[in-house]
């Protein structure tokens, strides 16, 4: 019985780390789509620091903005896969612990 | 009767405006705060296009949001002052409806 608590233990903490881990990965993703749309709005100078902008540097910009944003959501998938991966094993052992 | 009837209703439009403008007020209160935020942690270079940011350049930035965020304060001041002024007004008009 002593293995299941320690383990159950161990596995808690885990789903906390991840649920930690998601929410700052979600904060990322609405940074992400903020900038694009003030990028994406602008007219030929930067909305925050006045510079000019052009066309050609604009359309960098959001090629690699929209390429951190996929990265983003992609690292949010798998977190939240490992997140029920992690559930099902604390239900596991859960009612191991019951007829234990 | 009827003078006070057609009062009220223009007055009642008169705050429903005053309402909408508060909350667009109040909307850009949220977005200066967060361009100053941004532009205060900014190291050397403007965290939305990425164009040099010399010291210089970041506190006359700062100094121009700042008066910015000043003045959007005093017009949200005034705004919700007035919208005291028309709430205790359709209080008035109301209760004279009553006796008359
Ligand atoms: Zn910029």
Redesign the pocket.
């Known amino acids: 019985v002593k293995d299941i608590e320690s383990e159950l233990e161990r596995t808690k903490k885990l789903r906390l780390e991840r649920q930690e881990k998601i929410g700052s990965l979600k904060r990322g993703l609405e940074d992400l789509n903020d900038r694009i749309r003030k990028v994406s709005e602008a007219q030929g100078t930067?909305?925050?620091?006045?510079?000019p902008?052009t066309e050609i540097h604009k359309q960098k910009l959001l090629q690699e903005l929209n390429e951190q944003l996929e990265s983003v959501r992609n690292a949010l998938v798998s977190m939240e896969s490992e997140l029920k991966e992690i559930e099902r094993r604390i239900r596991e052992l859960e009612s191991a612990k019951e007829v234990a």
């Open positions: 930067c909305p925050l620091c006045g510079s902008l």
